[in-house]
């Protein structure tokens, strides 16, 4: 296991936008639109939207990152269109609870919708109209839907239940109860369908086998507080978590290294607690929430903390980040989407020399041909063993092994 905040430093502090400047722009006349709510000198620009008249509780990018799908404690789910920013279509009338997370499948061009009432939803994109309604057995906190569209994973709450329901006709698949200890607050589908993930209050994480219908890999973290959320890199190997012990942790669980290293310790990163985290495609980045009010993206090959973005009013409790990492996406309680566009911070005078100072990425390893030292990235640390000297020394016989994320 890899800990994501040994080496993080909040080096952004003069970029990050002002806590105020959103004030200071005028709303639109319907409230329900996109503006520009940046000083013009700032390097981030951002990009409002407003909508939900309660807590926004999840954002999800989709759709060739086009779309825009949110959820939100005034029972409500809204489509957006990204470029212009306005809803699309709001997906109302059907909860009569909070709804806790939302999910797309574009497969089927529906919208799957999570929670406190107990009920699981399923909503045309087009009509906006219910098309099956699955009761469960406890509030839900979460919802996550496989990559081939036929398989809804869900966590409830009380019963600390994992369900797994047909997203074609709502009829329930599986049903584990008391799966963790204590309240699930989130579930994942992993890149390849082959298990789901959930992590939870009482501190653990488990992977639950879609062939074998059993849990394959549980793991007493290193967390010392609630664990809130988790992300998979694209290819399956890595797990990130995010807990209210304001860190972040990166878990091998292909090889299963973190058996034999354990937990690392690690110093604060946000100076509030995590909510939320996601991997951009390639995972080179790691966008992560905070109840500090920030959103702050993380370099994973150095594992250093490039961005500290502030604006929201209050928690920040999801995020996401487009495919091309041009956009990351943040939504919080203070009832506002924000979208920052960070495509150009290569350039900013900060991002360079963090770039340039931070070796937290680097491990020192000892050649083994020769037994010199030598300097590796991290994440590359498991496949070279050699030195560069000695690898040249030997072409015939050593393949280079590309780093498993990126």
């Not at 506002?336 to 566009?341: A, K």
Request: hydrophobic share 35%; glycine share 6%.
């Amino acid at each position: 296991m890899y800990s994501l905040v040994n080496m993080a430093q909040d080096v952004l502090d003069p970029l990050a936008l002002d806590e105020h400047s959103a004030e200071e722009e005028e709303e639109t006349e319907d409230n329900t639109q996109s503006v520009w709510e940046h000083d013009p000198l700032a390097q981030i620009p951002i990009k409002v939207l407003r909508g939900h008249t309660d807590t926004i509780s999840s954002c999800q990018l989709a759709l060739n990152d086009q779309k825009l799908v949110t959820s939100s404690y005034d029972k409500t789910a809204i489509l957006w269109d990204v470029e212009s920013g306005k809803p699309l279509r709001v997906f109302e009338g059907g909860h009569t609870a909070p709804v806790t997370q939302c999910a797309l499948i574009p497969q089927k061009n529906r919208l799957i919708t999570a929670s406190w009432d107990k009920t699981l939803k399923a909503w045309d994109l087009e009509t906006g109209q219910t098309l099956w309604s699955a009761p469960q057995g406890g509030l839900l906190t979460s919802c996550s839907v496989s990559g081939d569209g036929e398989v809804v994973a869900s966590a409830t709450d009380m019963e600390n239940g994992l369900y797994l329901t047909c997203a074609d006709t709502g009829k329930q698949i599986t049903r584990i109860i008391g799966h963790h200890k204590s309240t699930i607050p989130r579930c994942c589908f992993d890149p390849l369908d082959r298990h789901v993930a959930t992590v939870s209050a009482d501190k653990t994480i488990k992977l639950w086998d879609l062939n074998s219908r059993q849990t394959t890999l549980s793991i007493a973290s290193s967390h010392t507080n609630v664990i809130s959320n988790c992300c998979f890199t694209k290819d399956g190997r890595y797990l990130c978590t995010a807990s209210w012990d304001k860190t972040l942790q990166l878990w091998d669980v292909t090889t299963g290294t973190f058996r034999s290293q354990g937990g690392e310790g690690h110093n604060i990163g946000h100076d509030g607690c995590v909510s939320s985290c996601m991997f951009s495609d390639d995972a080179s980045l790691l966008v992560s929430g905070a109840y500090d009010r920030t959103v702050a993206v993380w370099d994973m090959r150095a594992i250093c903390k490039l961005l500290l973005l502030k604006g929201h009013m209050d928690w920040v409790m999801d995020v996401a980040i487009s495919v091309d990492k041009k956009w990351v996406v943040s939504c919080s309680k203070d009832t506002t989407v924000r979208l920052w566009n960070i495509e150009h911070t290569e350039e900013i005078p900060a991002v360079i020399e963090t770039r340039r100072t931070q070796a937290g990425g680097f491990q020192i390893k000892k050649c083994e041909a020769c037994a010199r030292s030598f300097s590796v990235f991290r994440m590359e640390s498991d496949s070279t063993t050699k030195c560069v000297f000695c690898r040249l020394k030997a072409p015939t016989t050593y393949i280079p092994v590309p780093p498993p994320c990126f």
